[in-house]
């Protein structure tokens, strides 16, 4: 059972252009949201954070929205440039208890921006 | 900066071998992770652990084992490697329930 669903395998835009990938999840009981960058040959690193209270985070070009109703969150990224060509992947935890901060992760999307 | 250290980049085992992973944290965090990444698949969560000598079974923990004897150190063992165990192997650590740092990964291959 997939909790966190990432449906779009890959994504190709162009250098300035906006690009926007999308995750969405089943399990209300996610309170908290990021998302993480990776390259080949290394780990993912993490690149923003939304918590369930929000529905708007930002850091510099990387935009993430959070809707709660359609259980759904979204990462823009503008201006886009080559060298944000990665691996994104989407992740989800629940609050506290026995999930000792167990993230759940999405298939990932291929994104690539060409110049 | 946190760094978490997996011992190898690249394995190449044979069919039936007994594969140790080894994984290293040098930020006292409680929390570590064995991950696998495969196409499509995203990351799949092998097993956990919270504190030394405890573990957790992941998502797919078949196929596998892992020890915790201190708290900086978390392998992954491959009871008797097979091919479908061929991946991208991903170590994690965490000190609160937000958050993880990566390793660099080892990409296992079973011949």
């Known amino acids: 059972d997939q909790q966190v669903k990432q449906n779009s395998p890959s994504l190709s835009v162009q250098e300035g252009r906006i690009s926007i990938l999308n995750c969405d999840y089943t399990n209300s009981m996610f309170d908290y949201f990021l998302w993480y960058k990776k390259y080949p040959a290394e780990g993912p690193t993490f690149l923003i954070s939304?918590?369930?209270?929000?529905d708007k985070n930002e850091d510099g070009r990387f935009t993430v929205f959070l809707n709660k109703s359609a259980k759904h969150l979204s990462l823009h990224i503008v201006p886009s440039q080559p060298g944000d060509s990665a691996v994104y992947f989407c992740?989800?935890?629940?609050?506290?208890?026995?999930?000792?901060?167990?993230?759940?992760f999405g298939q990932g999307t291929i994104l690539t921006v060409h110049p | 900066d946190v760094k978490v250290t997996q011992s190898s980049r690249y394995l190449v085992k044979r069919t039936g071998e007994k594969v140790f992973l080894e994984c290293v944290q040098d930020m006292d965090h409680e929390n570590m992770f064995w991950y696998r990444q495969d196409p499509g698949l995203g990351l799949r969560l092998i097993y956990f652990?919270?504190?030394?000598?405890?573990?957790e079974k992941g998502d797919i923990p078949e196929g596998y084992s892992v020890s915790r004897e201190k708290k900086e150190r978390f392998s992954l063992i491959l009871e008797s490697a097979s091919t479908n165990q061929t991946s991208m192997y991903l170590c994690a650590s965490s000190s609160q329930p937000r958050g993880y740092t990566f390793g660099s990964g080892t990409r296992l291959t079973v011949v």
């Open positions: 939304i918590s369930s209270i929000k």
């Open positions: 652990s919270y504190d030394v000598k405890m573990k």
């Open positions: 992740a989800a935890s629940s609050p506290g208890g026995t999930s000792y901060g167990k993230l759940t």
